[in-house]
Nanobody, 128 residues
């Protein structure tokens, strides 16, 4: 499956932004669990959020809980990340990823090695 992330940009602290991840090719989109990770300059790639194939299971990193919301539209083959109350520390390249297993389990959901396919990333910059 090919993943294309989009929606990044430059915003001010407190603003909102919605990222999209469009999937094409591969198996049917609803076979995959999906996740968002982010990588700030000079840092490792960290887990942000994940959603199971049918949306029944959702996980968030503590740092974004209550501010970000992950969702998916299996008809449009697209996953979303609604980001509210953005902070300068949210500045990073955001990557979407697909997990062929489809079902999310802790703690593997937080591990980037769990995901089989990756998009190219979209840059989010939050100014103070």
């Amino acid at each position: 499956v090919q993943l294309q992330a989009s929606g990044g940009g430059l915003v001010q602290a407190g603003d909102s932004l919605r990222l999209s991840c469009a999937a094409s090719g591969g198996r049917t989109f609803n076979n995959y669990a999906m996740g968002w990770f982010r990588q700030a300059p000079g840092k490792e790639r960290d887990f942000v959020a994940a959603i199971s194939w049918n949306g029944d299971s959702i996980f968030y990193a503590d740092s974004v809980k209550g501010r970000f919301a992950i969702s998916r539209d299996n008809v449009k083959n697209t996953m979303y990340l609604q980001m509210n109350s953005l902070k300068p520390e949210d500045t990073a390249v955001y990557y979407c990823a697909a997990d062929s297993y489809g079902i999310l389990e802790s703690p593997s959901v937080y591990d980037l090695k769990e995901y089989d396919y990756w998009g190219q990333g979209t840059l989010v910059t939050v100014s103070s």
